[in-house]
């Protein structure tokens, strides 16, 4: 009898185990610069004719979140009540967010339930304008069930909160990513320097006329 508790016992606690793994939620992907905002533009397309699949990676908010995706625009109807609830969804848990054409235009979008505010992978859609994305390339977790995609990271608070995009992420397939580095958006140039390239110019013309007269 007191083998058979014992056999019991032990077999309730690795039971106990195996569930606690099956549902343990994935490390994110790190951003490198936590505390400093994405500075990036992203721009997702697909990259194939057919379907966008969505894999639930991690999260590590408090609030309750949903993601939608918008095909030029408008969003699919496969998501339009918010997939991937990261307060019921496991990790590995897929969606198929809807068909697409080769080239279409895709915006992410994370649903934050308790504050009603909406966070777009395109920072312009944002009502703070700030980036709410980090995203990056994703190899793949055959341990996880999820395969090689795009992973993008969303922050759920308005002002990007700490700024670790890690509340909610996912890893997309189907899905090309190309971005704009910020050192490579050229700044509007100032008053001043319009001034000098005047300036400037007025010297060269100056110069030639100069010449000219002098010949």
């Known amino acids: 009898m007191k083998n058979s508790l014992r056999l019991l016992t032990v077999s309730m606690i690795l039971w106990s185990g195996l569930f606690s793994i099956a549902h343990v939620k ?26 966008i699949g969505a894999y639930f990676q991690s999260s590590s908010a408090s609030y309750t979140n949903t993601m939608s995706l918008l095909v030029n625009g408008v969003v699919t ?8 609830n990261n307060q019921t969804s496991s990790v590995g848990d897929f969606v198929n967010l809807g068909y697409v054409n080769a080239g279409d235009v ?43 995609g795009t992973y993008v990271g969303f922050e759920d608070l308005s002002g990007g909160g700490d700024l670790d995009y890690n509340d909610q992420a996912f890893v997309f397939t189907n899905v090309n990513a ?34 000219k007269i002098n010949a």
């Open 178 to 211: 190309s971005l704009l580095l910020a050192e490579n958006i050229s700044p509007v140039p100032e008053p001043k320097t319009y001034a000098l390239l005047l300036v400037g110019l007025g010297l060269i013309v100056f110069a030639a006329r100069s010449r």
């Open 77 to 84: 109807p496969e998501s339009s009540l918010g997939v991937l």
């Open 26 to 51: 994935a490390a994110s992907t790190s951003y490198a610069d936590a505390g400093a905002p994405v500075q990036n533009t992203y721009t997702f397309t697909a990259t194939t004719t057919g379907y």
């Open 106 to 148: 895709l915006t992410f979008q994370l649903n934050v339930l308790d504050t009603g505010d909406v966070w777009n992978s395109s920072s312009a859609s944002n009502a703070d304008g700030m980036n709410h994305i980090y995203s990056t390339g994703f190899s793949g977790d055959a341990a996880l069930g999820i395969p090689a």
